[in-house]
C-alpha cells in the first residue's frame, strides 16, 4: 500500500476534465490543419460565423471527451483518439487523402508491401513525436475521478453547455453553415479523428452485410456467335491499368512522348474515359460489373455474376493473372495467378513484382490457347507513392526521378519524372502483350483492350495519390487511358471496321462500357448485353457486306 502511494506521488495529478480539453485542444491544434485551412477559405466574407464554427467544434471535441471520463475508459479512449487523429493527419495534410468508408475498405483488403510504402522513416519519426510521445503522457499522468455522483454532475455541467453552445451557433448561423456544408462537402471529412474513426465504425458496422451473400446469376443465356470464317481462336487479352491517369498519355496529346510503342502498334486510343472509382477496391469490381456507375454498389458487386461469369456462361475460357492488389472478387470463380506468390528474383523484390512478370509465361499460355478466350492481366502499373520501384531502367526515361517513397522529400518535377517513367513502363508492356498476340497469329486471331482503374493527383491542389471520395475528386484521378488493338485476323474474324471504332473512340466514354464491349469484342450475345453502351458492336460490318468485299 505504501508502495503504491509512494508510485502514486510521483505521477502528476490532473483532473478528468482538465485533461479532456488539454487533448481535445492538442489534437483540434495538431492534427487538423486541412481541416481549420480550409474552413478559413470556405468562410471567406463569413467571419462571425467562421469564429462560432470554431467555437462549436471545439465544444463538441470537448464533449467527446469528456463523456468517455470514467475511470478505466478514459486513459485508453484519448490515447486511442489522439493516435487516429495524428495518423489520419499524415496522409490527410501531405497527401490531400479523405478517410471514408471505401478507404478504409481499401486499407482492410490492400497488400501488405504495398501499404509498407506509406509507412517511411519519416511517419514513423512524425508518429513517436506528435502520437506516441503524448500519448505516453497521458498513460504516465494520475487522472483525478471525482465519486460517481459527483462526476456525473461535474461532467454534465461541461457536457450541457457544450450542446447548448452547438446549437445555438448551430441555429445562429444555419443559412451560412447549410450553404457552405453543400458546396463544400470536403470540409467535415478532413476533420481528424472524428470522420476517420466515424467511417471506421461505418465500415465495421456494414462489414457484416457482405458476408454470405447469395450470387444472383445473369447472362446464363449468354452464346458466342461463330466467327465470319471458321478459323484461329479468337482471344482477347485485357490489361487492367492501375492507377494511370489519361493525362499522361502522349496518344491523348500529352506533351512528352510516352507511349512510343503504343503508337508504333497503331493502337486505337480513347481519349476521354472517366473511371468508375477512385480506388482499386470499387473500380475493378465495378469495371467487370454489369452496372453503370450510378447503379454500381460494392454489394451488388458481390452479389451478381460479373463479365468473367457471362464470359463463362458463353463457353469462353478466361483466365486472371494479378500482379497488382487483388480482384476484389471478380475472379474468384475462374483460373486465377498471383504473381507475387512466385517470388520470381527476376521480377520480384520485397513482396511486389514488375509488371514484366506478366509477360513472363504469355508466350506458353498463347501457344496453348485452345478456343476462344480472355486474359485478364492486372498490372502493378503506376502505383505509387514508390513510382520508381514500378520500372527498370530501359523505361528510366525522365530523369532526374524521385527516387523515394515519401515523395515529399522530391521536387515536384522529379515525382513527376518518376511517374511519367511508369507510364513509358506500361506502355512497353502493352506492346510487349501485342506484339507477342502478332507472334502467334498462325494459331490464333488476337486483340488486346488496355483500360486503367482511376487517375493520380501529382501535386495538383496540394493533392497527391488516388482515392478522393468521387463527388469532390479531381479529374486527374477520374480521367482514365483507355486503349484497343485488334489484329488483322481479329478485325476480319469478327468483322469489325477498325476505322469505324477509331471514329467512336473520339467520343467520351468510361467504365460502364467495359462489360458490354469485351462481350461485343468476343461476339457474346445475351440479353444482359446493352448494345447502347457496346463501343464496338456498332462498327461490325454486315456478313452479307463482308462477303461482297
Ligand atoms: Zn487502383
Redesign the pocket.
Known amino acids: 500500500m505504501a508502495t503504491e502511494q509512494k508510485t502514486a506521488s510521483w505521477r502528476p495529478a490532473v483532473g478528468s476534465i482538465t485533461l479532456a480539453v488539454i487533448v481535445s485542444l492538442y489534437i483540434l491544434i495538431v492534427a487538423n490543419y486541412t481541416f481549420w485551412s480550409r474552413a478559413y477559405v470556405y468562410f471567406d466574407g463569413h467571419r462571425l460565423a467562421c469564429a462560432g464554427f470554431v467555437a462549436g467544434m471545439i465544444a463538441l471535441t470537448v464533449a467527446i471527451a469528456v463523456t468517455v471520463s470514467v475511470k478505466y475508459l478514459m486513459k485508453p479512449v484519448l490515447i486511442l483518439l489522439l493516435l487516429a487523429a495524428v495518423a489520419a493527419a499524415w496522409f490527410t495534410d501531405r497527401f490531400g487523402t479523405i478517410i471514408d468508408r471505401e478507404m478504409i475498405r481499401n486499407a482492410a483488403v490492400t497488400t501488405s508491401s504495398e501499404a509498407g510504402h506509406l509507412i517511411t522513416g519519416k511517419f514513423m519519426l512524425y508518429m513517436l513525436l506528435a502520437g506516441v510521445l503524448p500519448s505516453l503522457l497521458i498513460a504516465a499522468v494520475r487522472i483525478v475521478h471525482r465519486s460517481f455522483p459527483s462526476k456525473f454532475l461535474h461532467n454534465m455541467a461541461v457536457i450541457v453547455p457544450c450542446i447548448a453552445l452547438i446549437a445555438i451557433v448551430g441555429m445562429g448561423f444555419y443559412p451560412t453553415y447549410a450553404a457552405v456544408g453543400r458546396i463544400h462537402r470536403d470540409m467535415m471529412m478532413t476533420i481528424n479523428p472524428h470522420f476517420p474513426i466515424g467511417s471506421a465504425i461505418y465500415y465495421t458496422a456494414t462489414y457484416g452485410d457482405n458476408l454470405n451473400l447469395v450470387r444472383q446469376p445473369i447472362g446464363t443465356d449468354a452464346h458466342q456467335l461463330p466467327p465470319a470464317a471458321p478459323g484461329k481462336p479468337r482471344v482477347l487479352v485485357i490489361v487492367a491499368g492501375?492507377?494511370a491517369r489519361g493525362k499522361e498519355f502522349s496518344l491523348a496529346g500529352y506533351g512528352r512522348d510516352t507511349n512510343p510503342e503504343m503508337k508504333a502498334r497503331g493502337v486505337t486510343f480513347f481519349p476521354d474515359v472517366t473511371s468508375c472509382g477512385t480506388?482499386?477496391a470499387v473500380?475493378?469490381p465495378c469495371m467487370f460489373s454489369v452496372y453503370q456507375r450510378g447503379q454500381y454498389s460494392y454489394r451488388k458487386g458481390l452479389t451478381t455474376d460479373d463479365l468473367t461469369d457471362v464470359l463463362g456462361h458463353a463457353k469462353v475460357d478466361v483466365e486472371w493473372w494479378d500482379n497488382?492488389t487483388g480482384t476484389y472478387g471478380v475472379a474468384d470463380r475462374i483460373k486465377y495467378k498471383y504473381m507475387p506468390d512466385t517470388r520470381d528474383p527476376r521480377f520480384c523484390k520485397d513482396g511486389e513484382c514488375l509488371d514484366t512478370i506478366l509477360l513472363d509465361k504469355l508466350d506458353d499460355w498463347l501457344a496453348n490457347v485452345k478456343g476462344d478466350s480472355v486474359l485478364v492481366l492486372h498490372q502493378l502499373g503506376s502505383?505509387g507513392p514508390a513510382y520508381y520501384l514500378r520500372y527498370p531502367d530501359s523505361a528510366r526515361r525522365f530523369t532526374p526521378d524521385c527516387r523515394a517513397a515519401d515523395f515529399a522529400t522530391c521536387k515536384p518535377e522529379e515525382v513527376t519524372n518518376a511517374y511519367d517513367n511508369t507510364i513509358v513502363m506500361t506502355d512497353q508492356v502493352i506492346a510487349a502483350v501485342i506484339d507477342k498476340l502478332k507472334a502467334h497469329r498462325d494459331q490464333l486471331a488476337g486483340s488486346m483492350l488496355y483500360l486503367s482503374?482511376?487517375g493520380e493527383s501529382l501535386g495538383e491542389n496540394g493533392i497527391y495519390l488516388?482515392g478522393a471520395p468521387y463527388f469532390i475528386a479531381p479529374a486527374e484521378q477520374t480521367h482514365v487511358p483507355m486503349a484497343l488493338w485488334l489484329s488483322d485476323e481479329f478485325a476480319s474474324e469478327t468483322r469489325l471496321d477498325t476505322a469505324c471504332i477509331a471514329e467512336r473512340a473520339r467520343h467520351p466514354a468510361s467504365h460502364d462500357n467495359m462489360f458490354h464491349s469485351v462481350l461485343g469484342l468476343m461476339q457474346v450475345e445475351t440479353s444482359v448485353r446493352d448494345a447502347s453502351l457496346d463501343l464496338v458492336s456498332p462498327c461490325r460490318k454486315p456478313a452479307d457486306r463482308l462477303a461482297a468485299n
Request: glycine share 0%; charged share 35%.
Open positions: 492501375e492507377t480506388e482499386t473500380s475493378i497488382d502505383h482503374d482511376h488516388h
